[in-house]
């Protein structure tokens, strides 16, 4: 099968039609009318073989979390999904593979309303490039550079449960048989909290999505906004699966280093806690406050009131 032929086959006229798109997949450049008073927020993400997958992962996992994770990026800036193009490097052209893949991709395209408008293919070690775009109000995307001394910081979901999933799939990890699915799968197919990245949009002072661990990513924020913060690991979200096959050590080392929860951490003002609540439960999210914002520059955390040391597990891209 030659390179227009799998684009015929398994992207082109698949998934979301918008009416935004005025010329899509088959020519040189698509072509998009954006919205009126909004600002295009564009990511990009590559996926690379033994870097960022296990190179046995389902093809519909590999095709779903693809754009998920991008998708997580949108959510984090509060941003309306939109248009995505995807650059895929494969060894060979495996049919049944890029059908699975396809499906799992076209899945979650077709859940948030996003359309794939280009792209390109070629031969290569397996690799997946994503770019995406989103819409949001003028002056209203969400950044990391905005909390101040005194905001509180949240979490959504649950943390750790991805990293503890990959190291089950790794054979570093065993757990109960009942708990197994479920972690494999918060890994293979992550949420991105789009919904609540917009109901965070006129709420929220600063937000990013956890990929590399929460230690990690929180950092980016206070480094941004020249603050810093003191976390309660007595807070952090943790799920009955995690729970129940570490000890609290390790699960709070998973849940604040682990990694790819693709989860949303936000700060909030004082003035605006009522509000996050009923945003955020009418987004059907779960939440849940962990710590504050303080004067300097370090990031704490404490244990009963006691200074705590995570053991890092955080991901590194080179």
Known sequence: MKEFDLIEHYFRNKGQ??????????????LVNPADNKSIAISCDTLV??????????????????????????AAMGAEPAWFTLALTLPNVD?????????????????????LIGGDTTRGPRSISITINGQVPKGTALTRCGAKIGDWIYVT????????????????????????????????????????????RTLATSAIDLSDGLMSDIGHVLSASTVGAIIDVNQVPLSASLTANLSREEALSYAL????????LFTVPESQRGAIDTALINAGVKFVKIGQIC??????????????????????HF
Do not use: M
Not at 51 to 68: E, R, T
Not at 257 to 264: H, I, N, Q, S
């Open 17 to 30: 039609k918008r009416r935004d798109v005025e010329l899509s997949i088959g020519d040189d450049c698509a």
């Open 257 to 264: 280093t682990g990694g790819e929860d693709y989860e949303l």
């Open 95 to 115: 049919q049944p593979w890029l059908a699975h893949f396809s499906e799992g991709l076209f899945e979650i395209a077709e859940y948030y309303s996003i359309a």
């Open 157 to 200: 979901g649950t943390l750790g449960d991805s990293a503890l999933g990959l190291d089950i799939l790794r054979g570093v990890k065993t757990v109960n048989p009942e708990d197994k699915e479920y972690l494999i799968n918060r890994h293979y197919y992550p949420t991105p909290r789009v919904l609540a990245g917009q109901a965070l």
């Open 49 to 74: 073989e033994n870097v960022h997958f296990l190179a046995d992962i389902p093809a519909h996992a590999l095709g779903y979390k693809s754009l998920a994770v991008n998708l997580s990026d949108l």
């Open 295 to 316: 004067a300097g520059d370090k990031l704490k955390f404490v244990d009963d009131g006691k200074a705590f040391s995570p053991i890092s597990r955080s991901f590194e």
